[in-house]
């Protein structure tokens, strides 16, 4: 029996919009990572935080489509040769990546409140208040750096759009030499052994640009 006309060729799981039990889970992980940083005194397994990035990369992801005529998008969506545009969880637009920037957002402003992202003076130190997270200001700070990979990624193709003349090679040029001589550093006393030792922090610095790289791509 054939499809009835206009009827999408993949039916979205739970008949929910397509991307909506995506959606879900991505905010199930953000619940989960939000929440166990906020609270603190208790270690957040390092699979929640992976997890964490990979849902981030998929909601952050570019897609690239040349410019079709409505009609011949429609056509498209009805052959089954493109999905359909719809809205997860029947929500409006760019809705769950606002809600993923306002909850990292909103716990950063927390910790910080709580100073919890800056080592506090002992003179300014409460009783009874949470010490410095040093693992809550890494994982905030990754995931910020690739959020602001991100961000940078739409204000820099604005901006492009917006020029007559060809976009300069010097920002892509200079954005890849930087990340890939940071993660040299890092990587070429792993690979050679543990004859040279660096600080942690170089770590921490070279992967947060490797995601703000992979972010504003």
């Known amino acids: ?9 993949r039916w979205p799981p739970l008949g929910l919009p ?12 953000i619940a989960v990572v939000v929440v166990n940083l906020g609270r603190g005194g208790r270690e957040l397994d390092i699979l929640w935080s992976e ?12 897609r690239w489509f040349v410019s079709l005529p409505p009609d011949v998008v429609k056509r498209l969506e009805q052959d089954g040769v493109i999905d359909r545009e719809s809205h997860p969880l ?8 606002t809600i993923i920037i306002a909850s990292f957002v909103g716990l950063a402003i927390y910790l910080y409140q ?5 080592p506090p003076l002992p003179l300014f130190q409460r009783e009874g208040q949470p010490l410095f997270d040093a693992k809550a200001v890494s994982l905030v700070s990754i995931v910020f750096a690739y959020l602001v990979g991100v961000i940078g990624r739409s204000v820099v193709g ?21 990340v890939l001589g940071t993660l040299a550093v890092a ?6 052994g543990p004859a040279i030792v660096i600080p942690p922090e170089v770590h921490k610095v070279a992967l947060g640009l490797v995601l703000f790289y992979f972010g504003s791509r």
């Open 51 to 62: 997890t964490l990035l990979i849902a981030l990369a998929h909601y952050f992801t570019s």
């Open 1 to 9: 029996m054939p499809d009835p006309e206009g009827s999408p060729k």
């Open 18 to 29: 397509a991307g909506s039990v995506r959606a879900l889970l991505t905010l199930l992980i």
């Open 187 to 192: 990587a070429i006393p792993e690979l050679i």
């Open 114 to 118: 709580e100073q919890r992202l800056i």
């Open 158 to 178: 604005w901006f492009n759009r917006r020029r007559t003349s060809r976009p300069s090679r010097f920002w892509g040029d200079a954005k890849a030499l930087v």
């Open 90 to 97: 029947f929500l409006p637009r760019h809705s769950i990546r």
